[in-house]
């Protein structure tokens, strides 16, 4: 998960860069850093960054970590050509290195011989089981060949092992999700509330599935973690805002509004949406009343 | 008519490219959008489109609702509804329509018993640059009495055709340029309410 500080950094530097001001380097670590999946601008500047020795050279060590990042980039855009001549160069390098041999098997795993990527993980595997990479490789795998069940499986075999790893559950909730599993994402996201409480992203996703779900007790759930995502956010998140309405409305509509229900909660994200837009997109102020007007209906 | 049966679908371009856009703009992700227009005769007539989504939470039904109560409020005003529904999936080789796209096609179905939707072909995409196609490089589905979303084939006359026939040429135009990247959708408005969804820059 990006900061915005780090968002609007990463859009600076990628902004210079593609504009021919320079900050190559620093922009490749920051999506290094920040493990983004920017594939086809990390091929193109990368690349021109390795063609050029003078620039190579001034790299120092940090030359190898380019041409593992340039090699990944390269398979994700399907440049094998590319992508195999940077893992020559690794492999001259660092001869029986593992994390070379991983690279090797992701080649196998671009070039779509999965039987033979298969084989190449067990073996690495076999000397170290514990390897989190190359365990989440298999995952990666299954669903580029669409076996979605298969990579579930995968999946709760990971976690079982490495339960801490916030990336993976995530992962598995969207697997859920797009199999409208919604209870399972459910669990998912309740484990990630659990190990991470203050991180208002899986509040949020949360009271998302559980509207999704319906139901009378799941949309007055839903309603309180979306009110804890405004409080986590101080009233900055608007999708948040926005849930807080549509539950009033959806819980309204239910009961046939013979409830206690609490509107003032909704009062005050309808406020807020209003002084949002109003500030920010005030062409769409009257767009979000006769919305607003339409759920209140509702 | 009470079922998409005989309906003929014209999508006019700055639609159709805008979805291709969308879909180009996010290759790593499902992304899905609506269709607007209208219905005259036997043809309906897709004029506009706005991209919604591109997160993997592409199901969830909040964001949804959200989108289509604004999308309605605004196109009505110009009489305009709801007429279909664009999908296009995460991985390359998956031409299937599947659950998540079935059941948001099925809430739209709501609005406009004729209505469409359109699934994206990533092979003919990929094979527009060499293959001067006019044709539109989306499968297109209608539902039928059975109540379930069926692909209809193109064989003879098409039943899915661009409005103007040079329609290809202006999206591979765009896609040299980049002109993806230029593309808002609903995701990017809810994260930040300055997007235009509407994308009404876009074109001009």
Known sequence: MVSKTEESLLRQLENQVENGGGGAWE?????????????DKVLKHGLILLNDPKKRSALGPDEWTLYEQVAIAA????????????????????????????????????????????????????????????????VAMAKARGDILGAIDWLNKYLEIFMADHDAWR?????????QMYKQAAFCYEELILAQPTIPLHHLAYADVLYTIGGLENLQTAKKYYASTIELTGGKNTRALYGVCLCTSAIAQLTKGKNNEDKEISKLAAAALEKDYKQISPDKVSLLGSALKTMKLQ | MSNGGDCRYVIHQN????????????????????????????????????PLFHSSQIG???????ALITIEEYYSSQGLSIVGYFHANERFDDLELGSVARNIADHIHRYFPQS?????????????????????????????????????????????????????????????????????????????????????????
């Open chain 1, 27 to 39: 922009y490749l670590s920051l999506v290094r850093k920040l493990k983004l999946r920017r594939s």
């Open chain 1, 171 to 179: 992962e598995l909730a969207e697997i859920y999700l797009s199999l």
């Open chain 1, 75 to 138: 398979l994700d855009c399907q440049c094998l050509d590319v992508g195999k001549d940077c893992i020559k160069v690794l492999q001259k390098k660092f001869p029986d290195s593992k994390r070379v041999g991983r690279l090797e098997a992701m080649l196998l795993e671009a070039k779509g011989s999965w039987a033979e990527a298969e084989k190449a993980y067990t073996s690495l595997l076999e000397d170290n089981a514990l390897d989190q990479v190359i365990s989440m490789r298999r």
């Open chain 2, 60 to 66: 969830l039904l909040p964001p949804l609702e959200i």
């Open chain 2, 15 to 50: 639609a159709y490219i805008k979805l291709v856009l969308h879909a180009l703009n996010h290759k790593t992700s499902a992304v899905n959008g609506v269709l607007l227009g209208r219905l005259s005769g036997e043809v309906v007539e897709i004029t506009e489109s706005v």
């Open chain 2, 116 to 204: 469409a939707v359109l699934l994206l072909d990533n092979r003919k995409l990929g094979a527009l640059r060499n293959k001067k196609d006019a044709a539109p490089i989306m499968q297109l589905y209608t539902r039928d009495s059975s109540k379930s979303w069926k692909q209809v084939e193109s064989t003879g006359t098409s039943r899915l055709t661009t409005k103007e026939p040079s329609a290809n040429i202006v999206l591979l135009d765009f896609i040299s340029s980049n002109k993806w990247s230029d593309i808002v959708d609903f995701d990017d408005h809810l994260d930040d309410i300055s997007k235009d969804w509407l994308n009404s820059g876009l074109f001009k």
